[in-house]
C-alpha cells in the first residue's frame, strides 16, 4: 500500500541514498479531541485537605459507584461512597460513621454486578484505635448500613477488607487479613449467599505457618464460583504468592505459585481476572536469588493452573520489576501492567499482552504525556495503578507520571487494536500541587471507562476526582533515520524508523522514477521496497502521510 513518484528513463549512473539522512522533525498536531470530563468529589467534606478516590466500579454507561475516604475538619479520615446515576454523580455519603470511633476509614474496594446493586468494603478504626473490615451494600439504588466482618477471627485488632467481587446481587465475596492473638496476620474471606453474610473464615491457614497471610485480590464470574489471590509467610518468614479457588460452591485447598521462580522468597500477587468458572489469570512478582523483584503471570485452564511465566524481556535481571494490574477480556486473552526500576533509578510502566494464551514482550506505555493545551513532555519516570480490558484489543491503564516540568500528573493511555496511544495527562489543570494519580479504573464498555484517584490543590491538599471520556490518544507521526542504501538502478530495501506508523498511512516520493512499496509495518518501524529507474542527483524527499497528522518528512542525498 502506497505509492510512488515516477518518471521518465534516463542514463544508469551508479548512485547511493545517505543511510543517516537529514531528518525535518514532525511539525503540528494531531487532531485532538475533546478532553476527559473531570468532577470533584466530596470536595466540600473534605475539610481536612486529604481525600482521594480509592475504587470505582461501572455495570453500565453512566452508572457507576465510586468510593475512598476524605479528612475532616478533626483531621479524621472518613470513608464515603458516592453513585453516578443517568451520567450525573450525585452527593458523596458517608459510611462507617458509628464505628470509625478512632478517626481512620477508607473504602478500598468496590463491586457492581448490576445497576443500582453494588458492595463496597474496606476498614475503619474503632474506639480502641483497632482496624477492623466492613461491608456496606447497595440495594435497589439505596445504600444500607455498614457491617463489620472479621470481628470474630480479628482479635488481635487489625483487619482490612481489600477486595470485593460480586457475580450477581446478593452474591458476593471480600477478602482481606486479620490479626490473631500474638499479632500473627492471616487471610480471610468473607461469603455473601442470597444477601446474607456469613461467618469470615481463614485461608491458606495450613500454609500460613509465618503469619503474613493476605488476600489481595478476588474476581467471582458465577454465582457459585470464585477465585482469591495473596500471599502468605511460610514459618522461617519467606513470602509465597497463593491461589484458592470455588466451583459449584466449594472451595479448593489453598495452593502455592510461582514457587518454582520465586527462589528469594519474597512472591506476591496483585490481582486475578477470571472470565469464566476455571478459566482464570493472575499477575504478581517473585524474587530471585540475586533479591531482585520481577513480574510473573500464570493462567488457569479447566480449573487448572498452568506453570508461572516470567515476564522479563527488555526488563534487565539487576533491576526491579513488579506487576500492579491485571484484566483479562476473553480466555487467554489478558493484559497485565506494572512498573520496573532502571539503572538509572527511574522508574517507567510496562503492559504486556496475552494472544491465544500466549504471553507477549513486556513494552513500555507511556514513554511520553501529551499535557494540557495539546504539548508532548517526555517521561521521567512512571507507575501504573489499575488497568481495565472491556474487550478484546481494547484496554485503558492509569497511574503516574512525572515530567520535568509539570511534576507528577495522574494519566490515561488507551489501547485499540492498532496499539497503545499516546498518555494523556487528567486533572493537571486542577493539578496545581503537581501531585496526582489515577488509582482505579472501570469499564462498562469499550471506550466508557472511569477513573478515579487524587489531586493537589493550590493548598497542597489532596482531592478526590472521578474521570471519564478517554480517547485514543495519537502517538505522534516523527521519523528518526533512514537506513538503506540504493543501486543505480534496480530495487533496494530501506527501513524508516520512528513513531506512531499505522498501517493505513500513505507514502509520497518527490523524485522523478523512483517509487516505494510498503512491505511491513509497526508503531517504530517501517520496510519499504525502493524501485530507483534513472539517476536524479540532488536531495529528494520521503513524507509519510497519515490521516489526523501532520505529514513527516525525511530528506535523502543522491550523488
Not at 492473638?181 to 491457614?205: D, K, L, Y
Request: aromatic share 6%; with cysteine; proline share 4%.
Amino acid at each position: 500500500m502506497g505509492l510512488w513518484g515516477s518518471g521518465a528513463n534516463g542514463s544508469r549512473v551508479r548512485r547511493a541514498v545517505l543511510c543517516t539522512a537529514l531528518l525535518l522533525c514532525w511539525s503540528g498536531t494531531a487532531t485532538a479531541a475533546p478532553g476527559p470530563s473531570l468532577t470533584r468529589i466530596a470536595t466540600d467534606l473534605n475539610t481536612g485537605g486529604a481525600a482521594m478516590t480509592t475504587a470505582v466500579s461501572c455495570p453500565a454507561v453512566g452508572s457507576c459507584a465510586a468510593g475512598g475516604f476524605y479528612t475532616d475538619s478533626a483531621n479524621a479520615h472518613q470513608a464515603f461512597i458516592v453513585t453516578e446515576t443517568a451520567g450525573v454523580w450525585g452527593s458523596p455519603q458517608e459510611v462507617a460513621t458509628a464505628f470509625n470511633l478512632g478517626g481512620n476509614a477508607s473504602v478500598n474496594s468496590i463491586s457492581c454486578p448490576a445497576v443500582n446493586s453494588c458492595v463496597a468494603a474496606g476498614f475503619y478504626t474503632d474506639a480502641a484505635k483497632a482496624h477492623q473490615a466492613f461491608v456496606v451494600e447497595e440495594t435497589n439504588g439505596t445504600w444500607g448500613a455498614t457491617q463489620g466482618i472479621a470481628g470474630g477471627l480479628n482479635v488481635g485488632g487489625n483487619a482490612v477488607a481489600t477486595s470485593v467481587s460480586c457475580a450477581a446481587a446478593g452474591s458476593c465475596v471480600v477478602g482481606g487479613r486479620f490479626e490473631d492473638a500474638t499479632q500473627a496476620r492471616h487471610a480471610f474471606i468473607v461469603e455473601e449467599s442470597s444477601g446474607t453474610w456469613r461467618n469470615a473464615v481463614e485461608v491458606a491457614g495450613g500454609l500460613d505457618t509465618g503469619g503474613g497471610g493476605l488476600v489481595s485480590s478476588v474476581s467471582c464470574p458465577a454465582v457459585g464460583s470464585c477465585a482469591v489471590a495473596g500471599q502468605y509467610d511460610t514459618k522461617t518468614h519467606q513470602t509465597q504468592a497463593f491461589v484458592m479457588t470455588e466451583s459449584n460452591g466449594l472451595w479448593s485447598r489453598a495452593q502455592e505459585v510461582a514457587g518454582g521462580l520465586n527462589v528469594g522468597f519474597d512472591g506476591t500477587i496483585a490481582q486475578i481476572a477470571c472470565v469464566a468458572a476455571g478459566t482464570c489469570a493472575i499477575g504478581g512478582s517473585f524474587e530471585t536469588a540475586q533479591h531482585t523483584a520481577q513480574p510473573f503471570v500464570a493462567d488457569e485452564t479447566a480449573g487448572h493452573w498452568g506453570a508461572p511465566v516470567a515476564l522479563t524481556s527488555h526488563i534487565h535481571a539487576s533491576v526491579n520489576a513488579q506487576i500492579t494490574a491485571l484484566s483479562c477480556s476473553a480466555a487467554g486473552s489478558c493484559t497485565a501492567a506494572g512498573d520496573y526500576s532502571t539503572s538509572t533509578g527511574a522508574t517507567l510502566a510496562f503492559v504486556a499482552s496475552e494472544s491465544a494464551s500466549t504471553w507477549g514482550p513486556v513494552t513500555p506505555v507511556a514513554p511520553k504525556v501529551r499535557l494540557l493545551g495539546g504539548a508532548y513532555a517526555p517521561v521521567t519516570g512512571s507507575s501504573v495503578q489499575s488497568l481495565a480490558c472491556p474487550a478484546t484489543g481494547y484496554c485503558e491503564v492509569g497511574g503516574q507520571v512525572a515530567t520535568g516540568g509539570t511534576g507528577d500528573q495522574s494519566f490515561v493511555a488507551v489501547e485499540e487494536p492498532s496499539g497503545w496511544g499516546i498518555a494523556q495527562t487528567i486533572a493537571q489543570g486542577q493539578n496545581v500541587g503537581h501531585d496526582a494519580t489515577v488509582l482505579s479504573l472501570s469499564c462498562a464498555g469499550v471506550a466508557q471507562c472511569v477513573a478515579g484517584g487524587r489531586f493537589t490543590d493550590a493548598a497542597s491538599h489532596y482531592q478526590a476526582f472521578v474521570a471519564t471520556g478517554f480517547t485514543v490518544e495519537p502517538v505522534p507521526l516523527q521519523i528518526t533515520a533512514l537506513r538503506g542504501t540504493v543501486p543505480a538502478t534496480g530495487t533496494t530495501t530501506l527501513v524508516v524508523i520512528g513513531s506512531g506508523f499505522a498501517a493505513h498511512l500513505a507514502l509520497r516520493l518527490a523524485e522523478p522514477g523512483a517509487s516505494a512499496q510498503l512491505l511491513s509495518v509497526t508503531p517504530t518501524r517501517l520496510v519499504l521496497r525502493f524501485i530507483a529507474r534513472v539517476h536524479v542527483p540532488g536531495r529528494h524527499q520521503l513524507t509519510i502521510v497519515e490521516a489526523g497528522q501532520a505529514p513527516a518528512h525525511v530528506t535523502y542525498v543522491q550523488h
